[in-house]
């Protein structure tokens, strides 16, 4: 097994090399170990992504193992605890900033429930691998710098701006506070917290949690209504996707020549992240588990009997991180 996990960790650095788009700020002092960091997290997110248990074997400490669990039981129920952690790394980005620190922070970042895990990663005396120490939880709005009273709720849910543009600015502005306090160029944002205002955040990491999840069951659940509609118009555009007959079912403002090339493999990597219904009709974002960097946007008009396709596209949230650092 311990000859397994070497080999998936060298072909993972090959795939992260070229493959993976990491919407993060550098500010690395060290282009050495800036790469090392990347494969790391993202071999753990792999792992973890399907395996929890076993990502922590191959990548954490007994202490911060113990920490992970009474992290996971403040945040939702014990039973569940590894199932929900490994959907919290399907579809979170990675940022940090490689600064030579005795103990690096590297933080997982889930946009769509708004919140970020932060671990510390130190070097094993042993092996020389970085592994992690340390686990903390904090609301993105934290991050970003609400002040207390902190405001719970998803911060691009009370956007204005359409869904898909909302979660990827949002996203944005927190990778980039999260990048300057792990920098140095800002304070960071726990440090003047006391102990009970640290309890209450946690406490709307979970709420916000819960949120995004209970959001997500009218996909997951066969009701009538506009959910129903989405659901077959989805599973209309996937099967056309795969089948390499996208122009048959998107509207004549889709850009077909986009989704040239893409490998037919992609579209099953895509799962359901975010729902909102709107005056006219509904949309759905569906993240890729492999890729979180990307994820596909379904906007459609109609109700529970019909429904008319009005936009479809990929998304990508280091676009819009590129966007604002101009």
Known sequence: MRSLNVMLRSLI???????????AVSHAQSKKLNTELLVEAETF????ASDFINALKMSSTPEANL????????LWSGDANADNWSIFFRHSLINFVAGNYEVETIVFQHPWADISLLTGWSRNPKDKRMRIVDVGIIMNSVARGAKVP?????????EKSYAPNA?????AATTKAIADFESGKTKHPLEKLSEEEVWGMIAGVGLQWME?????LPLLIDEPGISRTMRLAWNEVMAAAQQGRLAEVL???????????????????????AYVETDDGAVSLHASWRNPNIYAVLAIRGDETRAEITHFDLYQFSDFIKKGAK
């Open 13 to 23: 650095l090959v795939l992260t090399m070229v493959l993976y788009l990491a919407p």
């Open 45 to 48: 997110r792999f792992f973890a």
């Open 67 to 74: 920490k992970f669990a009474e992290l996971g039981e403040l």
């Open 150 to 158: 902190f405001p719970v709720g998803r911060g691009w849910m009370n």
């Open 167 to 171: 979660v990827g600015s949002m996203n």
């Open 212 to 216: 995004q999840q209970a959001d997500l």
């Open 251 to 273: 509207p004549a403002n889709a850009v077909i020549e986009a989704f040239e090339g893409i490998n037919p493999l992609f579209w099953g990597t895509l799962e359901p992240v």
